[in-house]
């Protein structure tokens, strides 16, 4: 059965990077049929797909919206089986429960079935 | 970047009666719009895709519906743990997904 856990510090400080990793059990991040997501919820933002990361023929891909494509980085790990979220530069606009998501293989892999619990990330001096 | 605009915020019901939620896509998207839906200290689940489609373990009590760029939520006959906020979502084959805003159903 599949489990996705975020884990991350709760508090960053305005322009530092915020890092964090989606523990992944029950499927390998390499696995070819799926993909790999973060998003994230706010009260002023909603939520908001943050990109994506996937394994295709030994390589990794990833996808962002231009909302944040000039400060994030999202990457896999199969050694570890996470894969991980860096946004750098972060405002208090980035304050946000992050989740880490699942898309396929059961459905169209652009939907998000399986999410983790989701943390909270507070930017703030 | 496709934008939803759902309607109305809220929706007061009681138990037992009919929900109809509403998703505007501000241009064409096919059948490209799913359903999530949230309670409170909880990540979303999804309900609908592809505009009708029940998502695995979803009851048949939710159905989806398009015409056009719009798109519809209807949930016959409200059970309790029905209340929630109701989320769409553009899911395209070619990224950026966008969501909707959201719907909030609540009791009466």
Redesign the interface.
């Known amino acids: 059965q599949l489990q996705l856990q975020e884990s991350g510090p709760g508090l960053v400080k305005p322009s530092q990077t915020l890092s964090l990793t989606c523990a992944v059990s029950g499927d390998s991040v390499s696995s070819d049929n799926v993909v790999w997501n973060w998003i994230r919820q706010s009260p002023s933002r909603g939520l908001e797909w943050l990109g994506r990361t996937y394994y295709r023929s030994n390589k990794w891909y990833s996808d962002y919206p231009l909302s944040v494509k000039s400060r994030i980085t999202i990457t896999g790990d199969t050694a570890t089986n996470h894969f991980s979220l860096h946004l750098n530069s972060v405002t208090p606009e980035d304050t946000a429960v992050y989740y880490c998501s699942r898309g396929g293989p059961g459905t169209p892999v652009s939907l998000f079935e399986f999410w983790g619990q989701g943390i909270l990330v507070t930017v703030s001096s | 970047?496709i934008l939803l605009t759902q309607s109305p915020g809220t929706l007061s019901l009681s138990p037992g009666e009919r929900a109809t939620l509403s998703c505007r896509a501000s241009e064409s998207v096919s059948t490209?719009v799913?359903w999530?839906q949230q309670k409170p200290g909880?990540?979303?689940?999804?309900v609908i895709?592809?505009a009708s489609r029940r998502?695995?373990g979803i009851p048949g009590r939710f159905s989806g519906f398009r015409s056009g760029t719009d798109f519809t939520l209807t949930i016959s006959g409200l059970e309790p743990e029905d209340f929630a906020v109701y989320?769409c979502?553009y899911?395209?084959?070619v990224?950026?997904?966008?969501?909707?805003?959201?719907t909030k159903v609540e009791v009466k």
């Open positions: 970047e490209f799913a999530y909880q990540a979303p689940r999804l895709y592809d998502a695995a989320f979502q899911h395209g084959s990224p950026p997904w966008t969501f909707g805003q959201g």
